[in-house]
């Protein structure tokens, strides 16, 4: 036998950066995290803030009560951004902070710290996410409407292009769009007219000579999601490239193919992750991954996947390593880098993204013809186009023609041992921190003046911050002074809504066409009979449901389905969209005379808010209307509601939504005294 020669070794690709999306707590403990990753191999840092940072306000506002460092970090001024970064050397990290109506601020203040530590800003590398069209159809932390929303992306843009050239100041972010409903063609179409959007008002705005604008499209970068159904997605990738491709060349006239080149980062997709049977949710995970990996045509240039137990809450740091590592072994043990596009000619790959280019050019087209994304934005199409996307999916998996491993097929299990002990399965943030990280503020704001820090007063760097913005000036300027000044988050936020005023986005539930139909001896039709006939029973004309969201959390998607859903089984719905305080809820649910209350929260907050809702309810004597709380809420915690007075908790296990509508019915007949009814729900 001849010895077999080894193959001669093929020059291999670059990995992709490879991240882990983390912050919580403080800017100390989450500091401390990212060392610890950063030392395990991680290759960028991918900050989370937690909600009062991401939507204005400081650590004591009325809405921040319960969000304070439980999504994210909390950074309320330059302070906190020191101590984030501490020991963390930013001219040689390449950083993502997933942050938008506050984006402007919060690389202000990395700015600073990175020039406090001496470094060269041009040198700095990262991207801000700066999506705002997306928070208004799906994570809902937008602040201001969108004209002065996309003056402050504009601005960004241009005073980057000019003074931190490789940052990426804006990254398209397609990935809630299909956590919110969106298929293939509307997360490509969406997120391209966003785009399209973006760079119009960049090039209108006059800030960029003709010459330079091609150095804006190069820093362009896009943020997708990546569903297990893996084929689709790899070509939808594909489709994303050819389409940039066409509208930089063709709408912007940009020549050089390096600055047209489609860049993009991945988080592979969070919705499907399930709560039951949760250990399912890795290969979930690694199907996701190879979407956006095994293409070299199509590969992202970073990736940050989830962690297995996120749809039962915070992941632990060991849980962030697992999902690192898996990144790890495919870039480093398997062959996958030393290929060419191993898709190349594919007749099925090629078929699949004509498909998808020519529809998603059809879309844009459409939203074109509306006046562009903000219009679209403000009609309410592009929310209610989502809002029934979600509702058609939530449709096909109740009726179990969309299979989920042990969600609606293959139920039965063993019992898990990842999950034998919740309360060690998941990161818990010590409710103490929240009035640790008040005191902290209100110490900043009583010693921002004195030394070792000797910060100018913030008040004429707000003053000046809301005469930019009264005018054209580029707002970068002012913005970086109220930083070095000491501001604080909730202040530049609170100067900018004197002038720009807030914006309720639309919710898209009303529009929503129905997606399930009550037909004749289908389960929403018993459910619609039992809600007419506890109407009947009470005497009154309709049942009335309110549809709550307390506190920051923006992530509207199971609130509006269930506010869909409860309209097409009869109930007259009352859904005043996200961010109201349990005053506010309250005082909705007495005015307009409501049979139930339910609640809505996925951001941990529910222990604080909730029994708030209640003991309001109470006080205003009326125990009669039964609260129903849904959301990722760890079982402990929901026993506790339980035992506060909720009459029923909800959490993603619960997919079955008719089901959902038709115990909120038992609930409105126990609260009232009425016999149960024996029709099946």
Avoid at 163 to 174: D, V, Y
Avoid at 182 to 204: C, F, G, H, K, N
Avoid at 401 to 425: Q, Y
Avoid at 609 to 623: F, I, Q, S
Wanted: charged fraction near 25%; hydrophobic fraction near 40%; proline fraction near 5%.
């Amino acid at each position: 036998m001849t010895e077999r020669q080894p193959a001669a070794r093929r020059e291999k690709d670059r990995p992709w950066l490879m991240r882990t999306y983390a912050g919580h707590s403080t800017a100390e403990a989450s500091n401390e995290l990212y060392r610890r990753n950063l030392a395990k191999g991680q290759t960028g840092l991918s900050v989370a803030f937690d909600l009062p940072t991401q939507t204005g306000y400081d650590p004591d506002h009325v809405l921040a009560r319960g969000e304070v460092g439980r999504v994210g970090v909390p950074v309320a001024h330059l302070g906190d951004m020191r101590r984030l970064f501490q020991d963390i050397p930013l001219e040689q990290m390449n950083t993502s902070m997933t942050i938008n109506a506050t984006a402007m601020w919060l690389l202000a203040l990395y700015q600073v710290v990175a020039e406090e530590q001496g470094a060269d800003i041009t040198k700095l590398q990262g991207t801000t996410q700066n999506d705002i069209v997306k928070e208004y159809l799906s994570r809902g932390t937008h602040v201001f409407p969108p004209g002065p929303s996309l003056r402050l992306t504009t601005d960004m843009i241009a005073y980057t292009v000019s003074h931190i050239p490789k940052w990426n100041p804006i990254n398209i972010c397609s990935y809630h769009l299909q956590e919110a409903g969106a298929t293939p063609v509307q997360e490509i179409a969406y997120a391209m007219s966003t785009a399209i959007a973006v760079l119009d008002a960049v090039r209108d705005s006059g800030q960029v000579p003709a010459e330079k604008f091609g150095d804006v499209v190069a820093r362009i970068s896009f943020f997708v999601n990546a569903g297990v159904r893996f084929v689709e997605e790899m070509c939808k990738m594909r489709a994303f490239g050819r389409i940039w491709d066409k509208v930089t060349r063709e709408r912007y006239g940009i020549d050089n193919p390096k600055q047209r080149r489609f860049r993009y980062g991945v988080q592979v997709n969070s919705l499907g992750l399930t709560e039951a049977q949760p250990e399912n949710n890795v290969q979930r995970i690694v199907l996701e991954m190879l979407a956006v990996t095994l293409s070299k045509d199509a590969r992202a240039r970073a990736v940050q996947l989830p962690a297995w137990n996120e749809a039962l809450g915070l992941p632990r740091p060991w849980d962030q390593q697992w999902s690192l590592r898996i990144q790890q072994v495919l870039a480093y043990e398997s062959d996958l880098l030393e290929y060419d596009d191993i898709f190349e000619g594919s007749k099925v790959i090629e078929a699949k993204v004509d498909e998808l280019v020519e529809a998603s050019l059809a879309e844009m087209e459409r939203i074109q013809e509306m006046g562009g994304a903000m219009a679209a934005v403000e009609s309410g199409y592009l929310k209610s186009q989502l809002v029934a996307s979600h509702a058609e999916r939530r449709a096909r998996i109740e009726s179990g023609e969309e299979k989920i491993v042990g969600v609606n097929i293959f139920e039965s299990t063993e019992p898990n041992p990842l999950t034998a002990d919740l309360d060690t399965a998941i990161q818990t943030v010590d409710p103490a921190v929240e009035a640790r990280v008040v005191e902290s503020l209100r110490h900043w704001r009583d010693t921002r003046y004195q030394p070792p820090f000797n910060h100018p007063r913030p008040c004429k760097a707000l003053e000046r911050l809301k005469e930019a913005a009264r005018g054209t000036d580029n707002l970068m300027e002012a913005t970086l002074e109220c930083a070095r000044a000491g501001v604080t988050t909730g202040e530049w936020a609170g100067a900018l809504r004197e002038v720009f005023g807030e914006f309720r986005a639309p919710t898209g539930v009303s529009s929503a066409p129905v997606a399930v139909r009550p037909e004749e001896g289908s389960k929403l039709a018993e459910v619609r009979r039992k809600v007419e006939a506890t109407a009947r029973d009470m005497g009154v004309g309709k049942l009335r449901f309110l549809v709550g969201k307390p506190g920051l959390d923006g992530h509207s998607n199971g609130a509006e389905q269930i506010a869909v859903r409860a309209r097409d089984a009869g109930f007259e719905v009352v859904y005043q969209g996200i961010r109201l305080t349990p005053e506010q809820i309250v005082d909705a649910a007495l005015a307009e005379d409501v049979h139930a209350v339910g609640l809505s929260i996925l951001s941990g907050s529910h222990a604080q808010l909730v029994p708030d809702v209640l003991e309001r309810l109470r006080v205003a004597g009326a125990t009669d209307i039964p609260v129903i709380a849904g959301g990722i809420i760890p079982s402990g915690d929901a026993e506790q509601l339980l035992a506060a007075g909720v009459a029923a908790v909800f959490t993603p296990k619960d997919f079955d939504i008719t089901g959902i509508i038709g115990a909120i019915v038992d609930e409105i007949r126990k609260a009232n005294k009425l016999d149960p009814l024996e029709v099946p729900a």
